[in-house]
């Protein structure tokens, strides 16, 4: 099951990174050419990577890790995120749970937070569904 995460959600950041070129404020997601290329298009090489080239036990590692750490940044998003407006350059409307974590290149808001927990949540799924692998 991690391989064929892995392999599914590797497509899907693909796919979201090269949106985010053409739409780049696409439902109220703040993405800018760094988030696009270097948070979706990096992460789904990555994971295309373990999904066909891995391990069972990389794939596996892989989506329980980086199903974490979406997941943790997708609560915490929240909890620093503040009412406020995309800095300028930055797509996106306004956002009461905007989080500039890297100014100008990679900010959050409401729907990515949302999001990030979502995909975590799938990532780490798919880790405790596949059977352990000793390899």
Do not use: C
Request: charged letters at 10%.
């Amino acid at each position: 099951m991690a391989k064929t995460v892995a392999k599914i959600m590797g497509v899907v950041f693909l796919l979201a990174g090269i949106t985010g070129f053409v739409s780049n404020d696409l439902l109220g997601f703040h993405l800018t050419p760094f988030h696009n290329a270097g948070v979706h298009i990096l992460s789904g090489a990555i994971a295309l990577y373990f999904g066909f080239a891995g391990s069972m036990a990389g794939a596996r590692l892989f989506d329980m890790i980086f199903g974490i750490v979406y997941g943790m940044i997708g609560v915490v998003g929240f909890f620093l995120g503040t009412n406020q407006a995309p800095s300028p350059g930055v797509p996106g409307p306004a956002d009461p749970r905007l989080w500039k974590v890297l100014p100008n290149m990679l900010e959050l808001g409401t729907s990515d937070h949302i999001l990030h927990m979502i995909l975590g949540l799938i990532f780490v799924i798919g880790a405790l569904l596949t059977k352990r692998v000793d390899n």
